[in-house]
């Protein structure tokens, strides 16, 4: 499957000189969003290549990759559960429109305290989940493993070669490890990890099979699913501007980021420069939600 580079008209980009386009993966589906179907494509064959008939996964409330794993295991007839972060939602996820839409595609939810939360990566907790619910396929949060990795090599095609710059954003890393390893020796990957933390930077080097990439830690916004005005601002010009829509917790900030690096001329003028719209639009509600709350201004939908 591969999707459309869009190119992006805005009066900035023509004063310097440089060309951005946004590939649109985030036209692949609304629930199982640009790159979580690339990561979950091989993991599904492999699941059932084992015989699996349960997917068991990891995710926040608001995950991407939580909606992407119950849609799709529906989809290919997959039984899913989603281990989810925070006891308190037990009581309340019915008010949580990602956990909703999960629940409508069949997923059922074990919910555990955010202390617990934090083993599960380690092989004691997972056996323990094993034992609970029996033979299981384990998606890692976030999907992030080799065969995510293989699958999201699969987003830059052979007509992507003229770009220069290619640019995504980083939440576990498994994305950008795929465009690094599929990228060309004159390319250079550049990820805006969406969340604090120098931890990444290992991380990716376990997946990348070159030094042709480096991280742009500037754009986090204070943390994971932090946001503040400006940055709501920035995305609700960008739709005016484009009619494309963002998401606050990834595509937001990576695009502030871009940007903000063309103003201060980190692109040299003649640059082509290739964005990967990851998707991630189903979080929007949820968003808007805290937002509300907090007086904010909201997201254009
Ligand atoms: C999950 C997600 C990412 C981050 O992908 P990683 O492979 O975990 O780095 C980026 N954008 C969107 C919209 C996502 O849902």
């Given at each position: 499957?591969?999707?459309?580079?869009?190119?992006?008209?805005?009066?900035?980009?023509?004063?310097?000189?440089?060309?951005?386009?946004?590939?649109?993966?985030?036209?692949?589906?609304?629930?199982?969003?640009?790159?979580?179907?690339?990561?979950?494509?091989?993991?599904?064959?492999?699941?059932?290549?084992?015989?699996?008939?349960?997917?068991?996964?990891?995710?926040?409330?608001?995950?991407?990759?939580?909606?992407?794993?119950?849609?799709?295991?529906?989809?290919?007839?997959?039984?899913?559960?989603?281990?989810?972060?925070?006891?308190?939602?037990?009581?309340?996820?019915?008010?949580?429109?990602?956990?909703?839409?999960?629940?409508?595609?069949?997923?059922?939810?074990?919910?555990?305290?955010?202390?617990?939360?934090?083993?599960?990566?380690?092989?004691?907790?997972?056996?323990?989940?094993?034992?609970?619910?029996?033979?299981?396929?384990?998606?890692p949060e976030g999907g992030?493993?080799?065969?995510?990795?293989?699958?999201?090599?699969?987003?830059?095609?052979?007509?992507?070669?003229?770009?220069?710059?290619?640019?995504?954003?980083?939440?576990?890393?498994?994305?950008?490890?795929?465009?690094?390893?599929?990228?060309?020796?004159?390319?250079?990957?550049?990820?805006?990890?969406?969340?604090?933390?120098?931890?990444l930077i290992e991380e990716?080097?376990?997946?990348?099979?070159?030094?042709?990439?480096?991280?742009?830690?500037?754009?986090?916004?204070?943390?994971?699913?932090?946001?503040?005005?400006?940055?709501?601002?920035?995305?609700?010009?960008?739709?005016?501007?484009?009619?494309?829509?963002?998401?606050?917790?990834?595509?937001?900030?990576?695009?502030?980021?871009?940007?903000?690096?063309?103003?201060?001329?980190?692109?040299?003028?003649?640059?082509?420069?290739?964005?990967?719209?990851?998707?991630?639009?189903?979080?929007?509600?949820?968003?808007?939600?805290?937002?509300?709350?907090?007086?904010?201004?909201?997201?254009?939908?």
């Open positions: 499957m591969t999707t459309p580079n869009q190119h992006i008209d805005i009066p900035l980009l023509q004063e310097k000189g440089v060309q951005l386009y946004l590939k649109r993966e985030d036209t692949i589906h609304p629930l199982i969003s640009g790159n979580k179907y690339r990561k979950l494509k091989y993991n599904l064959h492999e699941a059932k290549a084992q015989g699996q008939h349960t997917l068991l996964t990891f995710g926040g409330a608001y995950s991407n990759h939580i909606a992407a794993t119950a849609y799709a295991g529906q989809l290919h007839g997959f039984q899913t559960i989603g281990v989810i972060r925070g006891e308190e939602l037990e009581s309340q996820w019915q008010n949580n429109p990602t956990l909703r839409l999960a629940h409508e595609h069949g997923m059922q939810f074990h919910f555990v305290s955010r202390s617990d939360y934090r083993y599960k990566n380690e092989p004691r907790f997972l056996e323990a989940l094993k034992k609970q619910f029996g033979e299981v396929y384990l998606l992030t493993n080799d065969l995510a990795i293989k699958g999201c090599m699969e987003i830059l095609t052979a007509e992507d070669a003229r770009f220069d710059y290619i640019c995504s954003s980083v939440g576990t890393g498994g994305t950008l490890g795929g465009l690094i390893n599929a990228s060309q020796s004159h390319q250079t990957v550049l990820g805006f990890p969406a969340l604090k933390g120098d931890f990716i080097r376990t997946f990348a099979q070159n030094n042709r990439w480096q991280l742009v830690t500037d754009y986090h916004f204070g943390g994971y699913a932090k946001v503040d005005q400006q940055l709501i601002a920035f995305i609700n010009r960008f739709k005016q501007q484009t009619g494309i829509a963002l998401d606050p917790i990834y595509t937001g900030k990576m695009l502030f980021g871009i940007f903000d690096l063309i103003k201060s001329d980190f692109f040299p003028p003649g640059s082509q420069i290739l964005a990967i719209h990851t998707g991630g639009l189903q979080g929007i509600p949820g968003m808007n939600a805290i937002l509300k709350k907090k007086n904010l201004p909201l997201l254009d939908i």
